[in-house]
């Protein structure tokens, strides 16, 4: 056993003299895996978390509440959209090709990978980071993964997505899931359940 103890701090020091850098590939393998928080219980009501000062780019304004009313036209009856976010995004869209689609925003900040049954995006900067506590115990949670619903994807790595620029205006879509891009933010949802999430780098909401 004590030889086997001294092996192992031999490779340990091998690995510390040399260094090694990994990198967070979201929805790739086998760079890294995304930890997704369950929440404690399913509910419909939007997760609204807005920044005290708002910034030029894909901020929007930072004081608008959610509304408490239903918004005509969602997949999901009971789904409350954030006043700030467009009220397409819980309505149901047609099936798109599932051509895997990765892009980032204008500013560099947000960055989003779209495969058959899930969406991703993350922010450089944004609010969540400092909001949201990554349950592996370091690094952060800086955007969501989206499947049938919107959960925070949390990571230590840092983030290695890289693509076409998305000029504000465009819209992606891969199967049932759709992103749009615009100068506050970007917002991506579920055409089948209504659910999605919106972010920026004031703010951040899933529904």
Known sequence: MRHLLRGMGAVAAVIALVGCSFEFNP?????????VTAPAEQRSEPVVTVAPESSPAEDGPADTPAPTDPVEGCVDPDIRLPAFVPVEACQ????ADYAPQTFQTPSGNIMC???RGQAWCGAIETQMIADTHNPEGDGQCDGYVLSTRAEP???SLPIDVSGPTMAYGSRVAVGEHVCTVEDTGVTCWNGATGHGFFLSKARYASW
């Open 27 to 35: 929805l790739g393998q086998p760079k890294a895996t995304v930890t």
């Open 92 to 95: 149901g869209v047609p099936m």
């Open 153 to 155: 994807a949390c990571h």
């Open 113 to 115: 990978e779209m495969e």
